[in-house]
């Protein structure tokens, strides 16, 4: 059963289920095939990934495939209660309460391990976290994690190289069927989402910084040009500022931007990125938001120093009032604006997340016990199985090789 605010919100939370899984045709079909095959028979399966509607259809899959699943969020503020009612009614153990405190969150976290799970996926390491910790009495049983965030890999190396890594780990974001269209398209669409939805303002003609030219400042530089906005792009690897240069933006430090922005979107992995001495020079009215993993990027500490007064301004918005009369706009507390203040990425892109997902999951249960604590890739056969299977769902073809030109290409 689990802790969930209110059953009553069941109904609305199976209709977002439905609508998302209208959009998902590869996980529907991998969990067609998991109904066939069984793939996780005899498993338990602890989630912790955001608790919304496109988490719940990838729950379901996974016990069609045999699987007892307990799920808990990886952020309170992206739980939907609606949601987490919704698949607990669907006999899924879910623990996520929207806005849970620190401690109730680590509760929720706990809890959802408290069946001492075979397979368990993080987005961030929280989880990992406290199976090394706190829970590690729950992990008897743990045959291997994944992971799904660019942080939490990172997290997750970290602990490897310092040998205190006790799972294998295979990291999800470095599959190219992930990050290639998660990180870029799905964090370029779920950013402009949430800012125009919380903020209501217009962009075309406006000054956007972007901090962080990776996979996710690539997408959110896109569609902020794609919105008309002029985009400024500020890196600390001279590779990704030439790649941000030849892709038509601006590049320059954030020193130099803090004056010129009318937004400022970071997606660094790093903290202190906008700092006191950047937010003393920026324009009135700008507006502030972080989409990289902690609410640490925008330095908060500094932004209530800097101002007389702070108030709610919208729902989403804070105004932080600086005495000399300007105002500075934080989105969603500085925390994750996609999810915090959004519905994160569209249904079709974590169809492809969700569906890279469920084949590690099965590689673990087939091959996880084998393994010996690490870091390790998710095999390149479930990257082309995802990517065709997109393909095939979109209706799209490819030429295949001809024999001929096999060996053609062989010859070199
Ligand atoms: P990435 O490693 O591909 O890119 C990060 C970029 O930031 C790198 O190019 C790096 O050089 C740059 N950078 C680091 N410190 C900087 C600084 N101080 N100033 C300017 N640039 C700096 O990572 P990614 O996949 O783009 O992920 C970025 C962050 O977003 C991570 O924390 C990740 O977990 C998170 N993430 C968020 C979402 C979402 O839905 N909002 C989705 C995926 C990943
Ligand atoms: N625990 C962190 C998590 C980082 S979120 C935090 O919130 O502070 C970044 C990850 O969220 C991405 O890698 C992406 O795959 C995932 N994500 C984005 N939209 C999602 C959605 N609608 N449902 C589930 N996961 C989503």
Same mark, same amino acid.
């Given at each position: ?36 095959? &069984? ?40 739980? &939907? ?120 303002? &217009? ?201 001929? &030109? ?7």
């Amino acid at each position: 059963m689990g802790v969930v605010r209110d059953m009553e919100l069941a109904g609305a939370g199976r209709r977002k289920i439905a609508w998302a899984a209208s959009f998902m045709p590869v996980l529907s079909g991998l969990r067609e095939e998991f109904i066939r095959t &069984q793939p996780f028979s005899g498993l338990r399966i602890a989630l912790s990934i955001h608790m919304e509607a496109k988490t719940a259809c990838f729950a379901l899959a996974l016990r069609s495939g045999g699987a007892t699943v307990a799920a808990t969020g990886c952020n309170p503020l992206s739980t &939907q209660d609606d949601v987490a009612a919704g698949l607990c009614a669907e006999g899924v153990d879910v623990y996520a309460v929207w806005n849970a405190a620190p401690e109730e969150y680590e509760r929720h976290l706990a809890g959802a391990l408290a069946f001492r799970p075979h397979l368990a996926l993080d987005d961030g390491g929280d989880l990992t976290a406290l199976l090394h910790g706190a829970c590690a009495d729950r992990a008897d049983a743990l045959i291997g994690l994944t992971e799904e965030t660019t942080t939490g890999v990172r997290r997750a190396r970290a602990r490897a190289e310092a040998g205190r890594l006790r799972f294998p780990l295979l990291a999800v974001n470095d599959a190219d069927c992930k990050h290639l269209f998660d990180n870029r398209y799905g964090t370029g669409q779920s950013t402009w989402a949430a800012i125009l939805h919380t903020t209501n303002v &217009q962009v075309t003609g406006k000054v956007v910084v972007v901090a962080g030219y990776g996979w996710c400042g690539r997408g959110v530089a896109r569609r902020a040009a794609g919105l008309g906005a002029r985009v400024i792009v500020t890196e600390i690897d001279p590779i990704k500022a030439i790649e941000a240069a030849m892709d038509g933006f601006s590049v320059m430090t954030m020193d130099e931007a803090a004056p010129l922005g009318d937004f400022f979107i970071t997606v660094t992995g790093c903290h202190r990125v906008i700092t006191g001495r950047h937010m003393a020079r920026m324009k009135d009215g700008a507006i502030l938001a972080n989409a990289g993993h902690f609410d640490v990027e925008i330095d908060l500490a500094d932004l209530a120093a800097l101002a007389a007064r702070r108030e709610t301004r919208r729902a989403g918005v804070t105004g932080y009032f600086l005495p000399d009369g300007r105002v500075l706009n934080l989105l969603a507390e500085g925390r994750l604006v996609n999810l915090a203040a959004g519905d994160g990425h569209p249904a079709e892109i974590m169809d492809m997340s969700f569906s890279v997902q469920a084949l590690a999951l099965r590689h673990l249960a087939r091959h996880g016990r084998e393994l010996a604590p690490g870091v390790y890739p998710v095999p390149r056969a479930a990257d082309e199985e995802v990517a065709a299977r997109k393909l095939r769902a979109a209706g799209l073809s490819i030429d295949a090789l001809t024999p001929e &030109q096999r060996a053609y290409l062989e010859q070199f």
